[in-house]
């Protein structure tokens, strides 16, 4: 049976371990404009605000709705980000994913998405996975393209900051 707050998945660098409140400073911290800059939700201004979101993600997972988690460094535990599987009752689950600024450029986030992609094949029935992101962020788009994403569609989408975002959104199927 499925148990999304009691979920690790192991990759060969990291651990994406259930997000907790034992993360708000690290998760407060990290998430800074420069990494929102592409993304729906805006930086909190104060840190009760991660507390909330910690909450509300703690409650979806005790649902089964989601899989929140937080990636840490397989061997130091450091803290790197955040990936999630939102929405994972329904047939099209969407891909969530942030890595701290200081830690870009190692392939981390791919790594956590291809962990949870595989905890996805082995653990939903889903018709796909959605992975929407702006058309500018390169970086983040070679993930949905190297687990052989198709873009089905795009639109601009006002993120919590005000800014537009000019969406493409992936659908990634089961292999």
Known sequence: MLNCLKTIIETDRLLLVPISLDFDKDIFREFTKE????????????????????????????KNEELQAVILGKETHEFLGCAGLHLINTSTPEFGIWVKKSAHGNNYGKEAIFGLKKWADENLHYEYILYPVDKDNIPSRRIPESLGGIVTSQFDKKNLSGKILHEVEYRIYKK
């Open 35 to 62: 990494i929102t800059v592409y993304m729906f939700p805006k930086t909190p201004d104060k840190i009760e605000e991660t507390r909330e979101f910690i909450k509300s993600s703690l409650e979806k997972m005790k």
